[in-house]
């Protein structure tokens, strides 16, 4: 991809913590910039040390950094970042997080707990973040904890355009819960399809759920499941199950983040499932032997927000017309 997106005079900087390496040298590939020189120590003692490798002053930073596998870990670095870009004059930093775990304590719901989401986001400001720019929050009201601008991105063009690809046809679009119809339902209309919804109950804080029924029609025909982020595969492998009991054919699922380790991709493996679609929003080692589950990549839609950051443009075109380039780059 040619740099001739970006003005041709431009002081943007993309940096990589170091949950982000692969997801901004994808960006940086796409823009055709070099990534930013930096690095980060973990002493003996699991005290965390970051260091920018090149002069920012006066330069427009983003700085990519998933809240993901590692949260906390991951979580603190992007502090230290957002504070040594703006002790090196940064004219502006971005926070690039494609991730944001804690986006799942987004509320009170039972006595004496954290609203983790909005500590994390007072954070993320305090230590220096100008701006951020986030994919498919869990809700998008997280937008509220912020004081900054936030640029919410959606991974639902890339997905329905994959989906489009592999000429699935005849198929169902099925929420795993109630709470996710409405986005379901923007799948469907994008796909022109019909929409199911499961009912499914979660005893516990203990990622797993189970599946009861499924509110509509799917016997005889094909399933997608789309939901934004999965961490035991349960839910998906319990759907899977129960709609094979009511009739459908073939099973796919479309998700924006996969945070799946060893058991969980071995449940998939094993169901119902024949396809898992996710982006690299998170830089997941465990998922990428896996021969049912097909990462595209994200990177190319959050570098081009970025270049219409730099140009001044709108960044909510992207919502409903995605650049060609976008997609090209997204299947590779």
């Not at 789309?226 to 319990?238: H, K, P, Q």
């Not at 759907?239 to 479309?254: C, E, F, T």
């Not at 499932?273 to 190319?300: F, G, Q």
Request: charged share 25%.
């Amino acid at each position: 991809m040619s740099s001739t997106i970006l003005p041709q005079q431009n002081d943007i900087k993309i940096f990589a913590g170091s949950s982000g390496t692969h997801f901004a040298r994808n960006m940086c590939e796409y823009l055709g910039i070099p990534l930013g020189a930096s690095e980060v120590f973990t002493f003996s003692d699991g005290n965390l040390f970051v260091k920018i490798g090149e002069n920012v002053r006066s330069k427009e930073v983003f700085l990519v950094q998933p809240i993901a596998l590692n949260p906390n870990i991951e979580f603190t670095e992007l502090l230290f970042w957002m504070d040594a870009f703006e002790r090196s004059s940064a004219s502006s930093v971005t926070a690039i997080i494609p991730y944001f775990g804690y986006a799942k304590g987004d509320k009170k719901d039972e006595p004496r707990v954290s609203i983790r989401a909005r500590v994390c986001a007072e954070c993320i400001e305090l230590a220096g973040a100008d701006r951020i720019m986030m994919m498919d929050l869990h809700t998008p009201q997280i937008q509220g904890f912020f004081k900054r601008p936030v640029d919410h991105l959606y991974a639902l063009q890339i997905l329905v355009e994959y989906v489009k690809a592999i000429e699935f046809r005849d198929f169902v679009v099925v929420s795993p819960d109630s709470g996710f119809t409405k986005n379901a339902r923007k799948f469907a209309n994008c796909l022109g399809a019909p929409v199911a919804i499961a009912d499914k109950m979660r005893a516990a804080h203990d990622e797993q759920a189970e599946a009861l029924e499924v509110i509509g029609d799917v016997e005889g025909k094909n399933a997608l499941i789309v939901d934004d982020f999965s961490i035991s595969g349960g839910t998906l492998v319990s759907l899977a199950r129960l709609l094979k009991q009511r009739g459908a054919q073939r099973i796919i699922v479309g998700l924006s983040h996969i945070l799946m380790r060893e058991e969980a991709v071995r449940k998939i493996e094993e169901s119902d499932i024949e396809l898992l679609i996710s982006t690299d929003s998170v830089d997941n080692p465990y998922v990428k032997a896996s021969s049912k589950i097909r990462i595209i990549s994200a990177a190319p839609l959050f570098a081009e927000a970025v270049a219409r950051i730099s140009r001044k443009d709108s960044i909510s075109q992207l919502f409903d017309d995605v650049p060609s380039n976008v997609f090209r780059a997204a299947f590779l």
